[in-house]
């Protein structure tokens, strides 16, 4: 290369893939960091930019079950294919044979009044408050949760089992819904 500007001995060629165009940005972010990100905003990257790039793969690899209402409402982009698979009621992400299931273990206590008698089981404090009646939820106490969760370990995606991980999944599906989706719902 005949550049007098450029040290030989300092320049550094590479071939592969990028990490930062479009290919690599599609496949930059895992469902792990999509699901944090809700709850401790800690991406790299933009709301636009995961959901023109990232969620489309992401989505149809977790069967589009992933939150995607913070994203939408944060994003200064529409996406009808993220609006369009997003859940539009609390019963897509919780069903009511799942809060049927879990109502006498739950009885008449709140998302919180859970919490903090659970708290020191998490899995199960996790799995009741992921089946936990709409209603029993108060939107902010239930955020405060899941930042105290991720605020202990902010890799607790990764260290968990699936069935445990799962119920950490539905709690923040939930947090998104009610917490960005219900606004854009009608």
């Known amino acids: 290369m005949e550049d007098g500007r450029i040290d030989e001995n300092m320049l550094a060629l590479s071939i592969g893939l990028t990490t930062t165009g479009v290919y690599g940005l599609a496949r930059a972010a895992n ?9 401790l905003h800690d991406s790299l990257y933009s709301c ?5 790039f990232v969620y489309p793969e992401l989505a149809k690899q977790n ?33 009511e044979s799942t809060i049927k299931r879990n109502r006498s273990a739950i009885g008449e206590r709140t998302a919180w009044e859970v919490w903090t008698q659970e708290k020191d089981n ?23 949760i899941l930042q105290a969760i991720f605020t202990e370990n902010n890799n607790i995606l990764s260290s968990l089992d699936s069935p445990n991980r799962s119920n950490l999944h539905r709690m923040i599906r939930i947090y998104d819904f ?6 854009k719902t009608p």
């Open 63 to 95: 069967s589009w079950k992933l939150p995607v209402w913070y994203y939408i409402s944060k994003s200064n982009m529409k996406s009808e294919l993220a609006e369009e698979k997003a859940p539009h009621s609390y019963t897509e992400i919780v069903t």
């Open 48 to 52: 636009e930019q995961l959901l023109e």
């Open 31 to 39: 469902s792990e960091q999509w699901y944090r990100n809700i709850i």
């Open 178 to 183: 009610l917490e960005y989706g219900q606004k």
């Open 122 to 144: 998490l899995m199960k404090a996790i799995r009741l408050l992921g089946c936990m009646p709409e209603e029993k939820i108060d939107v902010n106490q239930y955020r405060s």
